[in-house]
């Protein structure tokens, strides 16, 4: 094979049809940054989910005395009832559903509270009896939480119960839908681009039927053929990859970097360019792929063999 | 060098055959005048010879090899062995003289080594090594059919089929164009030329294979383009379908000439009509590049 002859071809092909083979990369490019993007948030949520089961799922708050609820009536916590809470968690009913839990003593809890707070000058108010007692439950299954949240909800002093999974529900889901919106703009978008790369490629054929028709007299094989054809589509899918990855390197280091991760907090917010090192190859042969196997597909409806 | 054996082409069912039990055979090395009527089978023999198309019945030998035992993908092997000479040359109208000759070793792979070596030799075989890099409308039209031959000729195939190169050249051109022929013969290329040249042939005196309605009428050596051959249709010896019953004849029924059989058989890959398409003028556009051939020169006009 001739690499040079075969790079010309593939050039002058796609400078005949400059207009259409732009379309192709813009095409190809929007609908890859929405399977990029659409890569970025599934794994985002997947982080999401992981940093929320890794970390405890539930945690129980114990009346302090400055509680409000109306289980808290009775003041601070009672040592009695904070036992009882330690042997329900280790207790038949609930051995499906915990896995292990912590507890965080008033001490433990003031000390946090220092921390995250120092320099203020209300801190030295507090002391540890002012601090509630926490547990901290990690669970088997984090799909079903509420039965252990619905258990202890309402216990004589038992202040607050929360589910860190479901408070985050609203996130994920928001996260799952648009990932669902995103495929199938691509997958739109992507249907648009295959047809495009169709009608390139037969432009193209038409474009270069006289040097087609002699290289079949002289005895040019197939493949030689075919391939500039195949790797003009590729070109233009590539060249649409990469401008999706640049497109998401923006979006990646400037909105999630720069605000989202600022804003939530990057315990949260685990995706970021780095992601891109494994995102731009999947979507370069995606694109590869996708603009080939159209080309072979218009090729074999355009050009004789 | 090649063989029909008891070969029958019917491009429509139930029409009269372009060839009818056809047995002919070219030995390596002859030079052969193909003649007869538009439609009597000529193109369709070369078409044959190309594997272009497959024969109804009979077996065609190319080389010694049967076609019908050639698996598809080997088929570019044996078109690289058979040269292809048009009446109006079709050579590539956007590239030079030198690069239509390269172009035609370049795609079947042949080092840019090899190619520099061969396609000078070839510019100076033909006589045109000073006019490498014209363009085709920059050249007469002997000259374009002298670039076409060496196209045709510089992968050295052992087979050369001509379908009226002199068609569209004046007496002398033409003449010009034989020699060649008649050269490339000499180094021991078989040459098939398919001709309505009367001059060309009785100059030549090669052997003559007259086709009439898709049989072998007349088959000469050393022949002249007339004959008194009794069953020679274009001497006039005999009228047009005396020989046979009527509306048997493969242009009564059957395509009248080439370009129609398409038409006549879509499922049929026809690369001669791929070739011929490919180079045939789009009347829809004014600006389109000129097709070789289309017009007479001004040199071919004296």
Same mark, same amino acid.
């Given at each position: 094979m001739r690499a040079r002859y075969i790079a010309s071809e593939i050039f002058t092909g796609l400078w005949r049809n400059i207009a259409m083979v732009i379309s192709v990369v813009i095409v190809t490019a929007v609908s890859l940054t929405f399977v990029g993007a659409g890569l970025m948030m599934q794994k985002q949520i997947m982080d999401m989910k992981s940093t929320l089961v890794r970390e405890s799922q539930v945690t129980l708050f114990m009346c302090s005395p400055h509680s409000t609820a109306a289980t808290c009536a009775g003041g601070a916590a009672t040592d009695a009832q904070i036992q009882s809470v330690r042997d329900a968690l280790e207790g038949e009913v609930l051995s499906p559903y915990v896995s292990t839990y912590s507890e965080r003593s008033q001490d433990e809890a003031l000390a946090i509270y220092q921390e995250q707070f120092a !320099?203020? !000058?209300?801190? +030295? %108010?507090?002391?540890?009896? %002012?601090m509630p007692v926490s547990f901290h439950i990690t669970l088997? =299954?984090?799909?079903?939480?509420s039965a252990v949240v619905e258990f202890f909800?309402?216990? =004589?002093?038992? %202040?607050e119960v929360t589910d860190l999974l479901s408070a985050f529900a609203p996130f994920i889901d928001v996260l799952n839908q648009t990932t669902f919106f995103a495929i199938g703009l691509a997958l739109l978008m992507l249907v648009a681009a295959v047809l495009l790369v169709a009608t390139t490629i037969r432009m193209s054929v038409a474009n270069r039927r006289r040097e087609i028709a002699i290289m079949r007299l002289v005895g040019a094989s197939n493949i030689f053929i075919r391939t500039p054809f195949m790797l003009e589509g590729a070109v233009a899918g590539i060249l649409g990859a990469l401008i999706a990855s640049a497109l998401l390197w923006v979006g990646a280091n400037y909105?999630?970097?720069?605000?989202l991760a600022q804003t939530l907090g990057t315990r949260l917010i +685990?995706?970021?360019?780095?992601d891109l090192w494994w995102i731009a190859p999947i979507l370069v042969v995606l694109g590869a792929v996708l603009a080939i196997a159209s080309s072979i597909v218009s090729l074999n409806r355009y050009l004789k063999v | 060098m090649i063989r029909f054996d008891n070969v029958t082409k019917t491009y429509l069912r139930g029409q009269s055959p372009a060839l009818a039990n056809l047995d002919l055979e070219f030995a390596r090395g002859e030079f052969v005048f193909l003649v007869g009527?538009?439609?009597?089978g000529k193109s369709t023999l070369m078409r044959l010879v190309l594997k272009e198309t497959v024969p109804t019945t009979g077996t065609v030998y190319v080389a010694g090899k049967d076609?019908?035992?050639?698996?598809s993908w080997r088929i570019p092997t044996l078109r690289r062995d058979i040269g292809m000479v048009f009446q109006d040359f079709r050579?590539?109208?956007?590239?030079t003289a030198y690069q239509n000759i390269e172009f035609a070793l370049a795609v079947i792979g042949t080092p840019r080594r090899v190619v520099r070596k061969l396609v000078p030799e070839m510019l100076e075989m033909v006589g045109l090594e000073d006019k490498g890099r014209r363009l085709p409308h920059e050249l007469s039209g002997g000259e374009q059919q002298r670039v076409a031959i060496a196209r045709a000729y510089v992968n050295r195939p052992s087979i050369l089929l001509a379908d $009226?190169?002199?068609?569209?050249?004046d007496p002398a051109t033409a003449q010009g164009i034989l020699d060649l022929l008649e050269q490339i013969n000499e180094r021991g290329t078989t040459v098939v030329m398919a001709t309505h040249d009367r001059t060309a042939v009785d100059r030549m005196r090669k052997r003559v294979v007259e086709l009439s309605g898709g049989h072998v009428v007349r088959d000469e050596q050393a022949?002249?383009? @007339?004959?008194? @051959?009794?069953?020679?249709v274009i001497s006039g010896?005999?009228?047009?379908?005396d020989a046979l $019953?009527?509306?048997?004849?493969a242009w009564e029924q059957a395509? @009248?000439?080439? $370009?129609d059989e398409a038409l006549f058989d879509p499922t049929e890959g026809d690369l001669l009509d791929e070739v011929e398409q490919a180079f @045939?003028?789009?009347?829809?556009?004014?600006?389109?590049d000129p097709v070789p051939g289309e017009y007479l020169t001004e040199e071919d006009a004296r």
């Open positions: !320099g203020q !000058g209300f801190v +030295t %108010d507090f002391t540890a009896a %002012d088997r =299954d984090s799909e079903r939480s909800q309402g216990r =004589d002093g038992v %202040d909105l999630v970097e720069g605000w +685990t995706v970021g360019t780095a | 009527a538009s439609g009597s076609l019908s035992r050639i698996q050579l590539l109208p956007s590239k $009226e190169p002199t068609g569209n050249l022949g002249t383009y @007339a004959s008194v @051959a009794p069953g020679s010896n005999l009228e047009d379908g $019953e009527p509306g048997s004849h395509p @009248a000439d080439v $370009e @045939a003028p789009d009347d829809d556009d004014p600006f389109r």
